[in-house]
């Protein structure tokens, strides 16, 4: 943890490659949509105005309609529980965190109340990124047990904000210790099951990684064992000998993201690729009425989102039936995949049914160990197939910068109009370094 301190204490934006500071302006891109694209989502809106009704002084605006100002905790929390509720945020691909929703909503939150600039934004951004990413890869929990968005969103959060207000290292050193007593546990089963408390867990990484880093200093802090006790002890995590200080410098975790074209759980990419690949060779096709069965080969994760019939939006994202009849269906993976209509649809609930997952032989070393294959055959005895070794997205398949921009625009559609929100991401991707946050916020409602 010490040479991490230092390491981040050091930093400064003038000497990041140009490439990581794009990079970063991409993630914040691409969360700040799925910020914004989730505002008229039921349940957050019910949970949205109940804590507006009671939250504390003006300092840091929530990112949905009306943008109403309430305290840094409260904007953070809202902001962030939003950034992952359609699952179109960016993720980290070498170990599995999704760095830069833990970061933003805190950083987004504590730079407009405190008149902090996009330099120290970024710096921030980057340095939290880093944190959460080398905690993924520090830690390797019993597969599918943890999720991590509860576990390392106070942490990386925590360590953003304390970048972004200048802590030495002594004062990042205890902020990781503190944040880290913070951890969720967090199941991985939660998601899988569609339980909507699973959306939270980022939201309260944010208001607690702001709570540790301001706890650490008037000096309530954890022990300095605090990571090794919750992430191993307590989590059962199996620790990897220099995951927290090997290379620093050298790289940054930021460069390793993805970015989802489909708004569902990962594991389920590369098969939606595959069918969409299978359902272009056949668009006349009636598909609830004429296919007989479904097979799809996939990988041991995506094996894991086997629920054919999921009750919630989320439990219809962690679906890998569900996503394939929806894709079927309807033709996208997007958002409009997982509504609350689609899960209720009944052709798609007669295609979900007639899907089979099994596992794939070709799984490989990355960035071909998520493959999926899908075979359709139909009632009159023919059937097809479609093979995907890299989902769309992945580092090894990026999407480019301006399938990027198309993709905030249609996501964010929910809170800020189409041009508005074009004009917006040129002006994020752009934004200068000594652009404060509060312009930056004043730009994100003059899109609206």
Same mark, same amino acid.
């Given at each position: ?9 050091? !930093? ?8 990581? %500071? ?52 409260? +904007? ?18 070498? +170990?599995?965190?999704? +760095? ?15 008149? %902090? ?13 880093? @944190? ?43 902020? @990781? ?30 208001? %607690? =990684? @702001? ?26 995590? &199996?620790?990897?000998?220099?995951? !927290?200080?090997?290379? !620093? ?25 595959? %069918?969409?690949?299978? *359902? ?16 799809? &080969? ?15 939006? $989320? =439990? ?43 596992? @794939? ?60 929100? *074009?004009? !917006? ?9 000594? $652009? ?13």
């Amino acid at each position: 943890m010490f040479e991490f301190s230092e390491w981040a204490a050091d !930093l400064r934006y003038a000497s990041l490659p140009a490439w990581t %500071l794009d990079r970063a302006r991409l993630v914040l891109l691409d969360d700040l949509g799925a910020v914004l694209g989730a505002a008229g989502e039921a349940e957050l809106e019910a949970y949205r105005g109940r804590y507006l009704g009671v939250g504390g002084r003006h300092e840091a605006t929530v990112l949905a309609p009306g943008f109403v100002m309430t305290d840094r905790f409260g +904007a953070a929390e809202l902001n962030g529980m939003a950034g992952c509720w359609l699952e179109v945020d960016e993720g980290y691909r070498l +170990a599995t965190s999704h +760095a830069g929703i833990y970061a933003i909503p805190a950083l987004l939150a504590v730079a407009e109340s405190e008149g %902090l600039t996009a330099r120290e934004l970024l710096e921030g951004l980057v340095v939290g990124y880093e @944190i959460a990413a080398r905690f993924a890869h520090a830690w390797s929990f019993p597969p599918l047990a943890i999720h991590p968005h509860g576990a390392f969103s106070p942490v990386g959060a925590a360590v953003a904000v304390a970048k972004a207000r200048g802590y030495s290292s002594s004062g990042l050193l205890r902020t @990781i210790q503190t944040a880290s007593a913070f951890a969720i546990a967090s199941p991985y089963n939660h998601a899988t099951g569609g339980a909507l408390v699973r959306n939270v867990w980022t939201g309260a990484g944010a208001r %607690l =990684g @702001i709570m540790a880093s301001e706890l650490a200093m008037d000096g309530i802090l954890g022990l300095p064992s605090s990571p090794l006790d919750v992430f191993g002890t307590a989590l059962q995590g &199996e620790w990897q000998e220099g995951a !927290l200080s090997n290379g !620093l410098g050298e790289n940054y975790a930021i460069e390793s993201g993805y970015h989802k074209p489909y708004a569902c759980c990962q594991y389920a990419h590369a098969t939606i690729d595959a %069918l969409l690949e299978l *359902r272009a060779r056949h668009e006349a096709l009636e598909w609830a009425r004429e296919v007989e069965s479904i097979v799809v &080969e996939t990988h041991p994760k995506g094996l894991s989102l086997d629920v054919a019939r999921p009750e919630t939006t $989320l =439990g219809a994202k962690f679906s890998l039936p569900h996503a394939v009849a929806a894709g079927l269906a309807y033709g996208t993976g997007g958002p409009s995949a997982f509504t609350r209509a689609s899960i209720e649809d009944p052709g798609v609930r007669a295609l979900s049914d007639a899907v089979e997952l099994r596992p @794939i032989e070709e799984v490989k070393e990355w960035p071909e160990d998520r493959p999926s294959r899908i075979t359709v055959r139909l009632r009159d005895g023919s059937e097809d197939t479609a093979y995907c070794a890299t989902a769309t997205g992945d580092p090894s398949r990026p999407l480019s910068r301006c399938q990027l921009v198309e993709k905030f625009v249609e996501v964010a559609g929910a809170t800020v109009r189409p041009q508005g929100a *074009r004009g !917006l991401a040129d002006q994020i991707l752009g934004m200068p370094e000594d $652009l404060l946050v509060r312009d930056l916020v004043r730009l994100v409602k003059e899109a609206a």
